[in-house]
């Protein structure tokens, strides 16, 4: 994610999270602090009228804090019409991996309690519930927190994840 990509995802997450959506000033501030954060778009090709290559479209973002030995995923979206394609989780197995890279030892999220699809997604990478913040969002669900650890049980580092790859985004 780039200065110029901060219109196109401030009104995507306002569309994504309704009154919990960032105003447009926090992107620009977690952008402009790469030391600590990572944010990236996920974009799609598309073809013109005349079935020449168009422009890419965004259609998703994802960011990431890390303040090592903790990595935080601080927010992902994909747009509606192009859920269940795995944009997702690749965009996911990035960000840990950034993390990773980074010196996390664990990763943190929170995820609304009336979230099941995002909450499944986060289980299928090993993410575990183990706190739960009463109220957390404004729409007043609860919050659990959940955290994947990237250290394996003797110390080592472990994958940590348990997806088989992308989906054709097409
Ligand atoms: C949650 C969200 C990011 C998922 O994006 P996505 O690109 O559709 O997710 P993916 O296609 O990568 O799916 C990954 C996994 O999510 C889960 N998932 C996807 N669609 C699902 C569905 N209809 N029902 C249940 N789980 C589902 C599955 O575990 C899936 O793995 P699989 O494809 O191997 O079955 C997207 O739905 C979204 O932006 N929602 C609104 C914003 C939001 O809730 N963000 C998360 C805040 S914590």
New binding site residues.
Partial sequence: MVAHDVDVITALDAQ??GVDCWPRQLFVDELAAPKTRRYIVAEVATTSSDGTAGPARTV?YAGLMCVPPVGDIQT???LPEF???????AMLVELIEEARQRGARDVM?E?SST????Q??YR?FGFEHIHTRRRYYRDGSDGLVMRLSLAGADGTETAGITTTGT?DPS
């Fill in positions: 994504l999270f998703g992902i979206g994909v859920e269940g394609r795995g944009i997702a989780r999220l995820v979230n099941p699809r995002a499944e997604l299928r989906k």
